[in-house]
């Protein structure tokens, strides 16, 4: 019985190892690029609860910045958009599994992301960490959030860098709505999350209370990300992005929806317009 049983453990693992490389393989054959364009539509995963970057209007229609930059991607492709929404806690998931062709979703090239799915460049926008505090508080330092609870968004990568350097609890939430809800309703001091959220957040009237007093934190760059193993994909949306640079896209964005200029969108700006001989 124990050689039988060993026998179907090792089938059990051949099978599964022949799986992985036949998926391999099929991954190492795809090309997305041409499978959009046969399909007819570019399926994008963006954030539903990050305003103005991606977020639902009155009438439930998903709009805001990356959802515009989604849109032009399609056009220049000349096929249909598809959003699906997405979380910090599940995008990359659903790129992997074929869910989505693209991540335009507020999403930096960390270490572990990268080795599951390839960050385009350049990137196409930057941002830190913060808190979002009633004014009340009047809070002036990190120093003094330390041994405070507050709301986090699960699968954040900053929650683990702000415990540490802060000693503050980060009580993490599934979503972005469920932790402004917590917030209201004082299960935390303040919210922490992306410094480009907030100030959306912030120009609501519902949040007219609030403020993010503090120097922003690790100010990171945010890049398009597609599955591994796609050149031509990656060096057309590579493409995409430094048209909007060097164009002003995402600064009109930026105005079109309220929000000062970010310094890295001025900068990138900038020198592709110096570059190109503008």
């Known amino acids: 019985m124990r050689v039988r049983s060993h026998l179907l453990r090792l089938l059990a693992a051949i099978l599964f ?4 490389f036949l998926f391999g393989e099929q991954r190492a054959n795809a090309d997305d690029l041409a499978m959009i364009k ?12 990050y305003p103005p970057f991606g977020f639902r209007s009155p009438s439930g229609e998903i709009e805001g910045i990356e959802p515009t930059l989604a849109a032009d991607v399609a056009k220049s492709l000349g096929v249909k958009l598809e959003l699906v929404p997405v979380a910090a806690s599940n995008r990359v998931e659903f ?6 062709d693209l ?14 799915v390839d960050i385009v460049k350049p990137h196409y926008y930057a941002a830190g960490y913060n808190v979002m505090v009633p004014k009340a508080m009047k809070l002036k330092s ?22 540490m350097n802060f000693e503050l609890q980060v ?8 932790a402004l809800a917590a917030l209201k309703q004082g299960h935390c001091v303040g ?8 100030e959306g957040n912030l120009l609501m009237p519902n949040w007219s209370g609030y403020d993010m007093p503090l120097e922003s934190q690790e100010v990171q760059p945010w890049g398009l990300a597609v599955r591994k193993g796609e050149p031509e994909w990656a060096a057309y949306l590579s493409g995409m992005v430094k048209k909007w640079t060097k164009d002003g896209t995402i600064l009109d964005l930026e105005t079109k929806y309220q929000i000062k200029h970010s310094k890295f969108a001025e900068d990138a700006h900038r020198k592709a317009s110096v570059s190109s001989g503008d």
């Open 17 to 20: 190892a022949a799986g992985l």
């Open 171 to 178: 009580i993490a939430y599934n979503g972005t709505a469920e």
């Open 95 to 100: 790129l992997e599994q074929g869910k989505v």
């Open 103 to 116: 991540i335009i979703a507020t999403m930096n090239g960390t270490m572990m992301r990268r080795m599951a």
């Open 142 to 163: 990190w120093a003094e959030l330390k041994g405070k609870r507050v709301c986090g968004i699960e699968g954040a990568y900053y929650n683990y860098a702000a415990t």
């Open 38 to 49: 046969q399909r007819g539509t570019l399926i994008v995963g963006v954030k539903v609860d």
């Open 191 to 198: 919210l922490l999350y992306d410094d480009t959220s907030i």
